[in-house]
């Protein structure tokens, strides 16, 4: 089942859980977009994704 989303997942609703913080921290320029940050933000969608 790894890389598999669960079968109630809407996948547009997946694709704004991972775009949504980081489009945010860039239109608001809150913070800078770091490569860590991208991957922890990707870590915790698809762990509540899966």
């Known amino acids: 089942m790894a890389g598999q989303l669960r079968a109630d997942v809407d996948p547009a609703d997946a ?3 991972v ?3 980081i489009y945010y ?4 320029r809150t913070r800078p977009v770091r490569p860590e940050d991208a991957r922890r933000q990707l870590q915790l969608a ?4 899966a």
């Open 46 to 49: 698809f762990e509540g994704l």
């Open 25 to 28: 921290r860039l239109l608001l």
């Open 15 to 17: 694709v704004e859980l």
């Open 19 to 21: 775009y949504a913080p």
